[in-house]
């Protein structure tokens, strides 16, 4: 089955414990993201990738770090949480976003406290 | 300066009737846009896509219209079903914004049997 997946899914932690959340996908794609939902406020990209090795800043990237050292990998790594870090995480891939841009296949989702 | 978002925050329809989920943006360089639902515990799921170069693009149940004149979007869904229940943003990519999405808040659409 073509997925993305996100582990853990739920995770309660301390300001300042470093933590990563990964995130794997079986489509082959190219493209890979990171997003945080708030209440209130839309998806804002965090990271994304558009190939191996290949990574750029989103819109909210202070605080996060990516790498994209496999195809199929994308981690997210907050290496100091703080409680503004608490959040719904959800990754995404797509094959391309040239073709389609928005046919992004998206995770379950991860949802992170910070205490 | 760029806004995505939605006239309504709830949309509640009885089930067969068609939904209308509306969605305001404000860049006019905007070339490209799309509609998600997401239902409660998953993630986002593509639904259906059009490019400023167009005025309506249909789907399986679904169409999107696209007025560039007011500036606005919505998705039609016919004869709605319980399964239709979710939360639906809208997003827009800016023309020369790269890959770039700017994602609506989104409506939350609740069908009564």
């Known amino acids: 089955e073509a997925q993305v997946t996100q582990n853990p899914r739920y995770l309660i932690t301390v300001t300042g414990k470093k933590l990563t959340v990964t995130c794997s996908q079986n489509?082959?794609?190219?493209?890979m993201s990171w997003y945080r939902q708030d209440p209130g406020l839309g998806l804002r990209q965090i990271y994304y990738?558009?190939?191996?090795?290949?990574?750029d800043k989103g819109d909210v990237p202070e605080g996060y770090k990516v790498s994209r050292k496999e195809k199929r990998n994308f981690p997210l790594i907050l290496e100091s949480p703080s409680p503004n870090q608490t959040s719904l995480y959800f990754c995404?891939?797509?094959?391309?976003?040239?073709?389609?841009?928005?046919?992004?296949?998206f995770g379950p989702g991860t949802r992170l406290t910070v205490l | 300066g760029e806004s995505v978002g939605l006239h309504l925050p709830t949309l509640s329809v009885q089930e067969g009737d068609n939904s209308i989920i509306n969605c305001a943006y404000s860049?006019?360089?905007?070339?490209?846009f799309i509609w998600y639902k997401q239902e409660s515990g998953k993630g986002p799921q593509f639904i259906i896509d059009?490019?400023?170069?167009?005025d309506k693009r249909q789907g399986q149940r679904v169409t999107v219209l696209l007025n560039k004149t007011v500036k606005h979007l919505s998705l039609q869904i016919a004869a709605t079903q319980p399964g239709d229940s979710a939360v639906y943003f809208c997003?827009?990519?800016?023309?020369?914004?790269?890959?770039?999405?700017?994602f609506g808040t989104g409506t939350q659409l609740k069908v009564e049997l």
């Open positions: 995404a891939s797509s094959r391309r976003p040239r073709d389609v841009p928005g046919e992004q296949f």
């Open positions: 489509m082959n794609h190219e493209y």
């Open positions: 990738s558009m190939n191996v090795e290949v990574t």
């Open positions: 860049n006019s360089a905007s070339d490209y």
């Open positions: 059009i490019r400023s170069n167009m």
């Open positions: 997003a827009e990519k800016v023309a020369g914004g790269g890959n770039k999405l700017t």
